[in-house]
């Protein structure tokens, strides 16, 4: 991939990954032997290879502590900030238009709270957190236009995500509605 590379850049996502020790049979560590070599390289070549190094932040600190000579070879480092809960809202609804989806009007608040609590939690996977939920609120609309005869099968609505969000959180009690069902 380095000779590939070479002239270019070396983009290398979950970077991180290269540093969990996998050993053979004979005891070699190709994790380490993998950054050993990386090194070397970005040595070698700085004048003609860009390596970036991808990952979530504390992962990446312990790759780069791994070898000694690592972090001295890296001269950026660019932390990148979360998406915030409106950002997060606004690649779903992209999702949904790039699906031919249409959502109901009243799917904002219940989503902008999903991604109020998820940024909470230590291991939040930003926009891979939207596209996860989408995914399971596209099954969970599909289940409902399939058990109804008249249903905009292209139509996203707000009990398609309240019920999906109740089994991803069961024990959060349903709110008594008034009212029809979706």
Request: hydrophobic share 35%.
């Amino acid at each position: 991939m380095i000779e590939s590379a070479n002239g270019g850049v070396l983009f290398i996502d979950e970077a991180y990954s290269i540093a969990s020790y996998v050993q053979d049979e004979a005891g070699r560590d190709y994790g380490a032997e993998c950054i050993a070599t990386l090194i070397k390289e970005m040595e070698d070549r700085r004048d003609s290879l860009c390596v970036i190094l991808a990952g979530y932040s504390k992962e990446m600190e312990h790759m780069l502590e791994v070898n000694p000579g690592f972090d001295s070879r890296v001269q950026f480092k660019i932390e990148f900030p979360d998406y915030t809960e409106e950002e997060l809202y606004k690649i779903f609804k992209n999702m949904a238009k790039d699906g031919k989806y249409k959502l109901s009007s009243n799917l904002k608040n219940p989503l902008i709270n999903y991604f109020r609590i998820e940024k909470q939690k230590e291991n939040f996977a930003n926009a891979r957190c939207v596209r996860n939920l989408f995914e399971k609120i596209k099954f969970e609309q599909a289940h409902r236009v399939s058990k109804s005869k008249n249903e905009d099968i292209n139509l996203i609505k707000k009990c398609d995500i309240e019920n999906v969000l109740l089994k991803i959180n069961p024990t959060e009690t349903k709110k008594v509605k008034i009212g029809f069902s979706c």
